[in-house]
Nanobody
Framework: QAQLVESGGGSVQAGGSLKVSCAAS????????MAWYRQAPGKERELVSD???????TYTDSVKGRFTISRDNAKNMLYLQMNSLKTEDTAAYYC??????????????WGQGTQVTVSS
């Protein structure tokens, strides 16, 4: 059974940094594309960044140059380093894995989410 567990969320002032982590089942990090999504209150869930097994990454325009996604397949971990945080980055951040046309927002497996709050 697949398992994704996020950690590292919290509260920070604008301009600060946070790093969120996702611990994944071993077979996920060995075979699947992974991603970070976020959802702010009253808004749709949006893709922040994704990374394939080879390490190729994409970012949504609003976080380019500020966020960095990475994965450590040996440790079965996915990370999102967030710098120069803005109040509009406030959201619940979700780890997702294994792309699928039938999956929610295009991914099969989801974590429970971790809250990131950026204050002015």
């Amino acid at each position: 059974q697949a398992q994704l567990v996020e950690s590292g969320g919290g509260s920070v002032q604008a301009g600060g940094s946070l790093k969120v982590s996702c611990a994944a089942s071993v077979w996920i990090t060995r075979t699947c594309e992974m991603a970070w999504y976020r959802q702010a209150p009253g808004k749709e869930r949006e893709l922040v960044s994704d990374i394939n097994w080879a390490g190729t990454t994409t970012y949504t325009d609003s976080v380019k140059g500020r966020f960095t996604i990475s994965r450590d397949n040996a440790k079965n971990m996915l990370y999102l380093q967030m710098n120069s945080l803005k109040t509009e980055d406030t959201a619940a951040y979700y780890c997702a894995a294994c792309r699928s046309l039938r999956g929610s927002y295009g991914y099969t497996y989801w974590g429970q989410g971790t809250q990131v709050t950026v204050s002015s």
